[in-house]
């Protein structure tokens, strides 16, 4: 038996924000309390006040892991994850082969529990020709669905309606959506080759993946649901138009629509192509101040539900490419905590609303088996931050396969100091324990 007792640290939990101690028996949330008892634990560990919140679950990542390897894998995106305090990913299908059959499912899931340091879960990717693979699915195989209804990385688009509607019809399952209308993005596209031939400047990214092609395809997903009652999950919105399409009136766990928003959206704005160019091309695009700040604002009031990274790695060699060659996505599964307690600490969101959003929420929107709560009995994932350790994001500390982050060169003035996995020190003072105790999600379903 293994204990471990964290003393005095500042508890971000559940709305609060308390000084306390826990401990930690082999996997599981023992105690939490006052002041604990140090004998009762064979390791203590002093948190100094430091801020102690739950593992952050991100609900959206591509690990790139089987047949895109040379971007990232399972073992090398899910090492920088645990060292950015995201203690579960759910990952997406976009990978080759793409993850359509419970077989390909099944054989991620086998790779993660080899090599993955933190605890996983999959999307199903929906095509235009897998619903009867779907309908096999069991409801607690796997996170969710996943459909891309504009295309991405993979070519996975689901433009067929009929079937789109047979899926939503056919699944209980927390269906997600990449959103964008193709049609809208090929009329701006065919606009933009018509001025600027093959040298589109990065700049109408945001008008040819525009407002126009976010708001078309999320409001026909969200006319799809209301009609078939399926459970909505709308990933990665990217404009304020959209955030209007969505509830605050009731709680997440009555919700049937819900939405998530990616760091990215909340950090980066269109004046920012200038100096970071291709490096945040991302799909659906950064787009303006006024979409970022009303991003903001339904973050806060909660018609947005969950805040996750889309980590998408791709080379540099990649990245760097013209425009129209290089492919959307960036890595930031490592540096979405440390940025967004930069945003805390400029006073746009609360430690507690963090966590609500970042480790809470996907928990409750997942149905995900005691995790994403400081609870006595849960498994204890948690994460130690301090609010101040400065760093600065370069080439010695980046994890990323890919080696490069849209956040390089930037000063995060917190820091992740401890990660725990299922109650092991996976993570502590800038290094990745080898050892690894990592689960496949199990779902309340
Ligand atoms: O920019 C993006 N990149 N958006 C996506 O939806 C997919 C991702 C990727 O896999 O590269």
């Not at 945001?206 to 649901?225: D, G, H, N, V």
């Not at 760097?320 to 440390?338: D, E, F, I, M, R």
């Amino acid at each position: 038996m293994n204990r471990t007792l964290i003393k005095n640290a500042t508890i971000v939990n559940e709305s609060e924000k308390f000084e306390g101690d826990v401990l930690i028996q082999d996997e599981i949330i023992l105690e939490i309390g006052a002041s604990i008892n140090p004998e009762k634990a064979n390791l203590v560990i002093d948190a100094g006040g430091k801020i102690l919140m739950p593992g952050v679950i991100d609900d959206q990542v591509h690990f790139r892991e089987p047949g895109l390897t040379h971007k990232g894998n399972i073992e090398s995106e899910s090492r920088a994850a645990i060292a950015g305090g995201v203690t579960t990913f759910i990952e997406q299908p976009n990978t080759n082969p793409q993850t359509v059959t419970i077989d390909r499912l099944e054989e991620k899931m086998m790779i993660a529990a080899n090599s993955s340091y933190a605890n996983y879960s999959f999307m199903f990717g929906g095509t235009n020709d897998n619903l009867e693979e779907l309908k096999k699915l069991d409801r607690n195989a796997c996170a969710g669905v996943k459909l891309f209804l504009g295309s991405s990385t993979g070519n996975m688009l689901v433009d067929n309606e009929a079937v789109l509607e047979k899926i939503f019809s056919n699944t209980d399952m927390v269906i997600s959506t990449h959103c964008e209308d193709e049609g809208t993005i090929r009329t701006n596209l065919e606009q933009f080759k018509a001025k600027y031939g093959e040298d589109i400047p990065i700049s109408a990214h945001p008008l040819i993946r525009s407002e126009a092609a976010c708001y078309l395809s999320s409001s026909k997903a969200i006319k799809l649901a209301e009609k078939t009652g399926a459970r909505l999950h709308v990933f990665h919105v990217s404009t304020a138009l959209e955030t209007k399409l969505f509830r605050n009136d009731i709680p997440l766990e009555k919700k049937k629509i819900t939405a998530e928003v990616c760091t990215h959206h909340l950090w980066f704005s269109d004046k920012d192509y200038e100096e970071k160019g291709t490096l945040i091309k991302w799909n659906p695009a950064v787009k303006t101040e006024a979409d970022r700040e009303g991003l903001w604002e339904a973050l806060l009031d909660d018609r947005i539900d969950i805040l996750a990274t889309d980590h998408a790695p791709h080379t540099l060699e990649e990245k760097q490419n013209k425009y129209l060659q290089a492919p959307s996505g960036g890595p930031l599964v490592q540096h979405t905590l440390p940025a967004l307690l930069e945003k805390h600490k400029e006073g746009k969101i609360s430690l507690e609303k963090l966590v609500q959003k970042m480790c809470h929420n996907p928990a409750i929107l997942f149905n995900i088996h005691k995790r994403g709560y400081i609870r006595e009995g849960y498994f204890a994932d948690l994460v130690l931050v301090d609010l101040n350790d400065p760093w600065t994001v370069s080439g010695e500390n980046i994890l990323y396969k890919c080696g490069w982050s849209p956040f390089e060169g930037t000063t995060f003035s917190s820091a992740i100091s401890h990660t725990f996995v299922n109650g092991h020190l996976a993570y502590s003072k800038g290094k990745v324990d080898p050892g690894r105790n990592v689960k496949r999600l199990t779902f309340d379903r």
